[in-house]
């Protein structure tokens, strides 16, 4: 049993994704990111940089004590390693998968995120911002598009790569971006969109919507930390 910390963002998304696409089994403690949930004593002590996801291992292959594990692609890496599943044994493949892993997580996910963070969140619409992570989204979709040219998957086979990368293009409407602007990426977006374990997984969203609270109070939980707020 997998227990994984969790809320609705396309990291969150990553990790139900992949439990699903391999049938391993797994419960959800929600962590609610809007009231502050990523702060409490207890899930720090999993995930020190206040971020989910994150995961406890029960039953580590080793036979040992739990394992956690924070950061969303070191936990598709740890959980790919454990199963033997999603990642190429062979070495040429698995540095494909795995230089797309990375890509991710250091470019499409943190560029779409400043996207959505001044075009939806920010209290001042700053027209430079806005632009400079709009036009950088559109570069890394069109960077994936030809990837995906002569391609069904990032890697070759579906594998870790495409489950990091699908969530951070669910939102492409939210990014300006269009899909039908790139061709082999929609194509790419719609065969993962309809694999049962990836209508399984966003399905599981459905039970942890809740009220809402302020737009001011979330953003400053969410916007607002720094280095005091970690000493403190």
């Known amino acids: 049993m997998i227990e994984v910390y969790y809320w609705t963002t396309p990291n969150g998304h990553k990790i139900t994704m992949f439990l699903e696409e391999v049938g391993v089994p797994y419960t959800l403690i929600p962590i609610n990111i809007g009231a502050g949930d990523q702060f409490k004593p207890e899930f720090l002590k999993i995930a020190p940089n206040n971020r989910i996801p994150a995961i406890v291992d029960r039953e580590p292959v080793d036979g040992g004590e739990p394992i956690s594990v924070f950061e969303s692609g070191a936990i598709l890496l740890y ?21 797309w892993l990375f890509w991710q997580m250091g470019g499409l996910g943190p560029m779409a995120g400043q996207n959505h963070h001044f ?41 870790i790569a495409d489950i990091a990368i699908y969530p951070w ?31 399984r997984a966003y399905e599981q969203a459905e039970a942890f919507k809740t009220q809402a609270i302020s737009i001011e109070e979330s953003r400053n939980l969410l916007f607002n930390q720094s280095a005091k707020t970690v000493n403190d």
């Open 79 to 99: 959980l790919a390693e454990k199963t033997g599943k999603l990642i190429p044994a062979e070495i040429r493949d698995r540095v494909e998968v795995l230089q």
């Open 119 to 159: 075009s939806q969140y920010a209290p001042e619409k700053i027209p430079y911002a806005i632009a400079r992570y709009v036009n950088e989204t559109g570069r890394l979709y069109a960077v994936l598009n030809r990837r995906l040219s002569d391609r069904e998957f990032v890697g070759g086979d579906y594998s």
């Open 169 to 199: 293009i669910v939102p492409h409407a939210l990014q300006s971006q269009k899909l039908e602007d790139f061709e082999h990426l929609q194509r790419w977006f719609e065969a993962i969109k309809a694999r049962p374990a990836t209508i």
